[in-house]
């Protein structure tokens, strides 16, 4: 079993919907989470970041953490051609020395 | 600061040949990490560097994989001999001195192993 769990997608859905990405996780130690974007050609680059449990808000983009289900999720509002991208969780432990661990990356498609 | 920084770009070579690819990590940075993509295994983590000493290598899929890291501005991955399975784009990372940061990525570099 995979440390870090995504749905790898493609997921299509139309300009403005709500989109819901998730990821679950098996090792309790991870106390860090990530949300990455990466376009084609492209490293992946920051999105969000978050080490409690609960919402954290950002313009269009709400990260959410549920450490007892071992759960997080990225919902992205009023989505845009723009955000067509993978995006990859991650998660690390709190020192840092600990690695980082990432998901496989779910393709998003918002169709105008 | 430029980023982190990879060479070369894009790499093709032959079955049986050795390849070297290059990181300069962020300045400042003293965790450095290397990872594999792939469309059917995702981004995979390699080996990790901390202070230029790897810490975990347990991602290395085969000896014929090895890194190295002289000094805090430099890290090389070298695949000798190369097969066409370790076609993929390698990417490097590094990561500040605190606590609960996030990964700086370079723009990768695709090899392509015929």
């Known amino acids: 079993q995979k440390e870090v769990e995504q749905d790898p997608g493609p997921l299509s859905v139309p300009e403005g919907a709500i989109v819901s990405l998730n990821c679950t996780y098996s090792n309790s130690a991870f106390q860090y989470f990530m949300w990455y974007r990466q376009y084609s050609r492209k490293g992946p680059e920051l999105l969000m970041y978050t080490y409690s449990s609960g919402n954290k808000e950002d313009g269009r983009f709400t990260a959410q953490v549920d450490k007892s289900s071992k759960y997080i999720s990225l919902f992205i509002r009023d989505s845009q051609p723009s955000d067509s991208a993978t995006y990859l969780c991650?998660?690390?432990?709190?020192?840092?020395?600990?690695?980082?661990?990432f998901g496989s990356g779910t393709r998003l498609s918002i169709r105008p | 600061d430029a980023g982190v920084i990879q060479s070369p770009r894009h790499e093709v070579t032959e079955m049986g040949q050795e390849v070297t690819l290059r990181c300069k990590p962020i300045?400042?940075?003293?965790?450095l990490f290397w990872y594999r993509q792939t469309m059917m295994r995702g981004l995979e983590l390699l080996i990790y560097f901390n202070n230029n000493v790897p810490i975990d290598d347990s991602g290395m899929p085969e000896d014929r994989f090895s890194a190295k890291m002289p000094n805090a501005s430099f890290s090389t991955l070298k695949i000798q001999p190369s097969e066409p399975r370790d076609s993929a784009v390698y990417f490097c990372?590094?990561?500040?001195?605190?606590?609960?940061?996030?990964?700086?990525f370079g723009q990768g570099t695709r090899l392509t192993v015929v």
């Open positions: 990372a590094s990561t500040p001195k605190q606590e609960n940061t996030e990964a700086f």
């Open positions: 991650a998660m690390r432990w709190g020192s840092s020395a600990s690695k980082i661990i």
């Open positions: 300045s400042g940075h003293n965790s």
